[in-house]
């Protein structure tokens, strides 16, 4: 069919531009149907050019209006991003973190509440620039992308004004720090060598979560009111931060919220040496959950040899031409189980290097000691009577702020500072 047709269209159009079928053909039938067909062919296929031009400008209209909505996207998104302020947590609550009374450290506690009570009006102040950012920058009622930039940038004046009173609070939270105070080096270099030894161990495993999420690169928002100049160990498990001082803990919930310090003596390190049995099959060895490379060897079983294929007598079965001999032995390897314990939280991993253990043998005895003996007893002193006298009392409010004002103060842990 689609040869009779093609026949049709070039023998039609071949009479109908030679002329002919006006001429010398003009009585012939079968001329005139060859001529008919290639036009009504001809007709069709002008139809299809045209629909396919059509369709192409439509399709290169849409990739415009695309790339176009993709720019005015990218420009909304750059402005939204210039003008979003940073995320702070004064006027959070944080989730109390359970523990006894005689592990909290009071000083760190009081400083932190200190220095929140004196910024307050400041935060309140951020809060408000902030919301009120964000609720230009939602555009709400905005329907499309472009009533959207079209709505920032009417409110860019605006949004300027708003960022710079929100970068002036910021200055004001930025010139107090609460300074860590005692912070042994070398006592806390002990602890990270010990937690690097255990993220880098081949095989780190635990039923709840995985060894990056414990050992955690990410810092809790409330960190930023301290000035520090040992890094923290940070862990992170059942929804708090842990910043592991020299000698102190800060607490901190899942939303970054400061919720209390506690003594290094909170936390508990238990580490056990558990074995297992490996078995290596001409110098290889099968594959172990808790065994890799790091692991440590500590007895080699005897080796014994037998065939690939064997009768039941023990001897190689000879109906095989391939059944090469085999050597094998069960070796006894070393792996390290360490629980970590605060409160009622408790964590644990077993960890394929040996090299753990050792490294928190090392650095636990001196690590977990007894600290809040130490502290300054003023501020749990000034609490209570805060707590007895009530939050409006202005003798008393008066008697803290002299207590606060005070040059003398022997804080041991952290102090409130100018920057």
């Known amino acids: 069919m689609t040869v009779f047709l093609v026949i049709v269209l070039i023998i039609g159009n071949l009479f109908l531009f030679s002329g002919a079928v006006f001429d010398d053909l003009a ?19 002008i139809y299809l050019i045209a629909q396919s031009v059509s369709k192409s400008r439509e399709q290169q209209r849409i990739a415009a209006e695309n790339n176009r909505i993709a720019e005015v996207t990218r420009k909304v998104e750059a402005f939204i991003n210039k003008y979003t302020m940073m995320s702070l947590n004064a006027n959070r609550t944080a989730v109390q973190f359970q523990i006894a009374p005689d592990l909290i450290n009071k000083e760190v506690v009081f400083t932190v509440n200190s220095y929140k009570d004196r910024m307050a009006a400041i935060y309140d102040r951020y809060s408000l620039i902030t919301n009120e950012i964000k609720r230009i920058l939602a555009c709400t009622g905005c329907i499309s992308v472009d009533e959207k930039y079209s709505h920032l940038i009417s409110c860019e004046d605006k949004l300027k004004q708003l960022k710079a009173d929100g970068d002036t609070c910021l200055s004001h939270l930025a ?4 300074e860590m105070l005692n912070d042994d080096r070398d006592l806390l270099f002990e602890m990270k060598l010990a ?3 255990l993220l880098n161990s081949k095989k780190c495993l635990s ?3 995985t060894i990056k999420e414990f050992i955690t690169s990410d810092k809790p928002s409330d960190l930023m009111l301290f000035r520090y100049e040992n890094e ?6 059942e929804q708090y931060y842990f910043c592991l ?7 901190f919930d899942k939303k970054g919220v400061f919720s209390t310090a506690i003594d290094p003596s909170a936390l508990k ?3 056990n040496k558990e074995t297992t049995s490996v078995t290596v099959s001409n110098g290889t060895a099968g594959s172990n959950q808790y065994i890799a490379d790091d692991s440590k060897c500590i007895s080699q079983g005897i080796t014994r040899s037998t065939w690939l294929h064997t009768c039941r007598d023990g001897s190689p079965d000879l109906r095989y031409s391939y059944n090469p001999r085999l050597e094998y032995r069960t070796d006894t390897y070393e792996y390290v189980v360490v629980e970590f314990i605060i409160a009622d939280k408790k964590v644990s991993f077993s960890a394929s290097s040996g090299a753990v253990g050792d490294a928190f043998e090392k650095a636990t005895p001196n690590y977990l000691r007894k600290c809040n003996n130490r502290h300054d007893p003023i501020p749990e002193f000034l609490m209570l009577v805060k707590k007895i006298g009530g939050e409006d009392n202005p003798q008393i409010d008066s008697i803290i702020q002299a207590c606060n004002a005070r040059t003398d103060a022997n804080n041991y842990f952290c102090k409130l500072i100018a920057s």
């Open 175 to 178: 010139s107090y720090k609460i």
């Open 232 to 237: 923290p160990v940070i862990l992170f498990w």
């Open 27 to 45: 009585d012939n039938g079968i001329a005139w149907f060859f001529v008919i067909g290639a036009i009504a062919m001809d007709i069709y296929f």
């Open 207 to 209: 039923e709840s979560l």
């Open 245 to 251: 001082f020299s000698n102190v803990i800060l607490v």
């Open 269 to 271: 390190v238990v580490i």
């Open 195 to 197: 937690f690097r030894y």
